[in-house]
């Protein structure tokens, strides 16, 4: 049985598409009964009501498109601060992967350096960086059917750049599990394990 240590823990959960983040997530959440917090949050689009404005700015110009980003790593940290009072959160994905695929631009914005946090926005207690081999990695995501970003989709064919994004989140100072060759259940293991050695739970 875990059991979760006061105050209770903000945990980020980062890695590139088709490494088994979402499936961690619901395990860790539903093993520390923990709130989820997607980010960016959903937020309803003015322009299209019904639709996530996800959805819009995702195809938006790249400006345009890592100020939505960055402003929702605000939300997701406002939104945390409030459930943070009820319960331990898991952010899936935060300013790890904003920061590290706006460095990839070839005219990045002008935020913080690399591995800073912004003023104002909460800092995770632990980041866990879920990594695979590629093989494995395209695997996943033709068996899945896994729904893949246009980030994802401009490193697909590009290893280089792909380690390069790797490597900006290590900046981050993360702690990374190679889900590769093992079971799913293995890697609830090793973050369980990675949450006691922070002290984060019993």
Not at 92 to 121: H, L
Not at 145 to 158: A, D, V, Y
Not at 179 to 202: C, D, F, M, R
Request: glycine share 6%.
């Amino acid at each position: 049985m875990v059991s979760i240590i006061q105050p209770y823990p903000l945990i980020a959960i980062e890695g590139l598409d088709g490494v088994g983040k979402s499936t961690q997530v619901k395990a860790l959440a539903d093993a520390i009964n923990a709130r989820v917090i997607q980010c960016p949050p959903a937020i309803d689009d003015p322009l299209f009501p019904g639709h996530d404005l996800r959805e819009r700015m995702d195809s938006a110009m790249h400006a345009s498109r890592r100020e939505y980003y960055r402003t929702g790593n605000f939300i997701a940290s406002e939104l945390a601060k409030e459930c943070l009072k009820e319960g331990p959160v898991i952010l899936d994905r935060y300013w790890c992967s904003t920061a590290a695929f706006a460095a990839m631009d070839d005219n990045p914005p002008q935020w913080e350096k690399i591995g800073v946090w912004p003023a104002g926005m909460l800092i995770p207690d632990i980041v866990i960086l879920l990594v695979v081999d590629e093989q494995n990695r395209i695997e996943r995501i033709g068996e899945r059917g896994i729904l893949i970003t246009e980030e994802e989709i401009r490193l697909e064919s590009e290893s280089c750049e792909r380690q390069r994004v790797l490597d900006l989140l290590q900046y981050f100072d993360p702690i990374e599990i190679d889900t590769s060759n093992i079971t799913p259940k293995e890697v609830l293991e090793q973050i369980l394990y990675w949450l006691k050695i922070a002290g984060l739970i019993h």
